[in-house]
């Protein structure tokens, strides 16, 4: 991956389905670079989860437990996250609350929490990286400038980047699995709670 100082760093997003696009919007905030929205299609979406699942073993510590454990340890942490999500969720009161955090140990919020008045940068996600680091995980993604990239010949620009925290990590999975869901994508889903992840995954992984 490239240096982190290449995308535009954020701490917090939401996700929904838009049946008219037919595709999950990504939304966030970017600090100076402004709110971006990122459009995932269902074959970025799958992309996605695999990157998040093939990380989760190394995210988790899993490397000097024996490869029978994981899928006992990966559910328990999984029920934890989720947990967690559902117990702090309770305290803010904040109803609708189905956003990811991301980074710094930030709360999500809600689907229609983003008040800014601005039109936010709109892409095509096209790429997706991610990457440890220090025990969290790097996830960034390029995409495709809309609607320029429909007139004319764009390059792949780096739009934002996330840094998450293994519990992270798992909330976005159920948030993602539950917009697919939602969008009725019948997504191949290789669960590590319910099925065995296979090993041997480098610490570097892109996919476009």
């Not at 008219?20 to 919007?25: A, K, N, T």
């Not at 992309?47 to 490869?67: N, W």
């Not at 999500?85 to 710094?104: C, M, T």
């Not at 991610?130 to 809309?146: D, M, N, Q, Y």
Request: with cysteine; charged share 20%; aromatic share 6%.
């Amino acid at each position: 991956m490239k240096q982190e100082s290449n995308y535009p760093l954020s701490d917090h997003f939401t996700l929904r389905f838009s049946a008219y696009e037919d595709r999950l919007l990504l939304s966030t905030q970017r600090g100076q670079f402004g709110a971006a929205t990122l459009l995932l299609t269902r074959r970025m979406t799958v992309l996605v989860i695999r990157q998040l699942l093939s990380k989760l073993p190394d995210l988790s510590g899993l490397e000097k437990t024996p490869h029978a454990y994981w899928q006992e340890v990966l559910q328990m942490a999984h029920q934890r996250a989720l947990a967690e999500r559902a117990s702090s969720g309770a305290k803010e009161a904040a109803p609708d609350s189905s956003a990811a955090a991301a980074g710094g140990g930030h709360s999500g919020g809600s689907e229609d929490s983003d008040q800014s008045t601005d039109e936010p940068d709109l892409y095509l996600a096209t790429e997706i990286t991610s990457e440890l680091r220090e025990k969290r995980l790097l996830l960034a993604f390029k995409g495709l400038p809309l609607p320029k990239a429909m007139r004319t010949s764009c390059s792949h620009e780096p739009v934002v980047a996330f840094t998450l925290e293994p519990e992270q990590v798992h909330q976005f999975l159920e948030l993602i699995i539950a917009k697919s869901t939602e969008a009725q994508w019948h997504l191949p889903l290789d669960l590590p709670w319910l099925e065995p992840v296979n090993s041997g995954v480098s610490a570097k992984t892109t996919s476009h």
